[in-house]
């Protein structure tokens, strides 16, 4: 219940906004509810916060019209590629699916990728990413096709 209480303040404090700490701490707070809640009220409770931060944090990271992340870094937009797609479907694998992220914000952030890429696997010195720095291919495995 201690964890449970600190992740929450974690989750509602307005200096971790923007961190992608939010995603591991809401799954690590799903996780902890999951395995330790036995209330079942309580569970549904701490797993819908947790989903909700999440959503909360996509709405705050990603422009869903342009597929761009507003941190406006081409090194934390791979990297956001692959960690959102890893949540989306840790939600949707315990029953919680996200509601604010779809295939189609996917689809526009692997697009714009791929429309600014010089050479497939090399970024653009945009944000803090030097030019033509190499980014981890397992980031965008899942966007590939």
């Not at 995603?23 to 819908?48: K, S, V, W, Y």
């Not at 090194?75 to 949540?87: K, Q, S």
């Not at 939600?91 to 914000?105: R, T, V, W």
């Amino acid at each position: 219940i201690l964890h449970r209480k600190t992740l929450m303040g974690f989750l509602d404090s307005e200096k971790w906004k923007f961190s992608n700490h939010t995603l591991f701490q809401a799954e690590g707070l799903a996780d902890m509810a999951l395995i330790f809640l036995t209330d079942a009220d309580r569970r549904h409770r701490t797993l819908e916060f947790a989903r909700t931060k999440v959503d909360e944090f996509i709405e705050r990271a990603v422009s869903h019209a342009e597929g761009t992340v507003k941190e406006h870094s081409i090194f934390y937009h791979v990297f956001l590629m692959g960690r959102l797609r890893e949540t989306c479907e840790y939600f949707e694998s315990i029953g919680y699916p996200l509601k604010n992220a779809s295939d189609d914000m996917f689809i526009r952030m692997n697009e714009f990728l791929h429309d600014i890429m010089p050479v497939f696997h090399r970024m653009p010195g945009i944000g803090d990413s030097k030019h033509f720095q190499r980014f981890n291919k397992k980031y965008i495995a899942a966007f590939e096709d």
